[in-house]
């Protein structure tokens, strides 16, 4: 049996890299993407393209590498804490988003989706006020 | 449209991927020790779990959707609003896996939820 303490402590030290990745992998597909280029239409053939050419971009690989590494310690994490607990503390790196994109993407951020990334990381501070593993009920 | 189109099945196939999963995991029990070969020993062990390709090909359908999507859209705007799936995912972990939420848990998840919607307007 491992006690609380040590089992919120190990779920911390896993959720500090899976916000990181998750964060870094969307920034980097995000940059991928805008290199691809916009889809024209809705048509299946215009995704295989898309689809095709966004498997030749380097970023897309990172930023695919990087949220491999995200769901393998997604995975180690989900194997003992609630996921209603892990899911919104991962929310943080929503918040990490705006701030790479606006910083590596060059994108403008307005004041809303700023105020809107400051209630993400409040909420996310409630969450951790309670204990990450209450297990499964069903 | 289809925005709005890619959107609902980037937050549904998000949400129900990672449920599954986390269904899957918690059949296989806590990790305890991190050496390389258990954590091989575990992840073999996690591929012979029905859950976890059921979740796989969830996540799947909503990184394809997620992938199309960026490619006309901001970051910034996109990764917010595919936020939703932490109302679907509440929703799922309280009914489908049957988790205990507390009040201040559902309060951090409407927080959350909250600041997705504010970032998602703009």
Redesign the interface.
């Known amino acids: 049996m491992?006690s609380t303490r040590n089992l919120q402590w190990k779920t911390y030290a896993l959720l500090a890299p899976i916000v990181f990745f998750a964060a870094t992998g969307?920034?980097l597909?995000?940059k991928g993407?805008?290199q691809?280029?916009?889809?024209p239409e809705?048509s299946p053939a215009a995704?295989g393209t898309?689809?095709l050419s966004?498997f030749g971009s380097g970023w897309i690989w990172l930023g695919i590498g990087s949220?491999l590494l995200f769901?393998?310690m997604?995975?180690?994490v989900?194997?003992?804490a609630?996921?209603?607990?892990?899911?919104?503390v991962s929310?943080a790196s929503?918040a990490l988003?705006?701030l790479m994109?606006?910083w590596l993407?060059d994108?403008r951020?307005?004041?809303?989706?700023w105020?809107?990334?400051?209630?993400?990381?409040?909420?996310?501070?409630?969450?951790?006020?309670?204990p990450a593993s209450?297990?499964?009920?069903? | 449209m289809r925005t709005a189109l890619c959107l609902a099945s980037a937050v549904l196939g998000a949400s129900g991927g990672e449920l599954s999963v986390s269904h899957a995991m918690k059949q296989l029990g806590e990790l305890h020790h991190f050496s390389p070969r258990s954590l091989i020993n575990f992840l073999g062990r996690a591929l012979r779990v029905k859950w976890f390709w059921a979740g796989i090909a969830l996540l799947a359908v909503g990184f394809f959707s997620l992938l199309a999507l960026l490619s006309w859209a901001d970051v910034s705007f996109v990764i917010p609003a595919t936020a939703m799936s932490y109302v679907t995912g509440a929703l799922g972990a309280r009914f489908l896996l049957g988790e205990r939420l507390t009040p201040l848990r559902w309060a951090g998840i409407a927080l959350v939820s909250a600041g997705v919607v504010l970032v998602s307007l703009s």
């Not at chain 1, 609630?82 to 919104?88: C, K, R």
């Not at chain 1, 951020?109 to 989706?113: I, M, N, P, Q, Y």
């Not at chain 1, 209450?134 to 069903?138: L, M, V």
């Open positions: 491992t969307n920034v597909l995000g993407m805008k691809v280029g916009d889809v809705l995704f898309l689809f966004a949220l769901l393998v997604f995975m180690v989900l194997s003992w609630d996921y209603s607990f892990v899911m919104p929310a929503y988003v705006p994109s606006r993407l994108e951020v307005s004041a809303t989706r105020a809107g990334v400051s209630l993400i990381c409040l909420g996310v501070a409630l969450v951790t006020r309670t209450g297990g499964e009920r069903s």
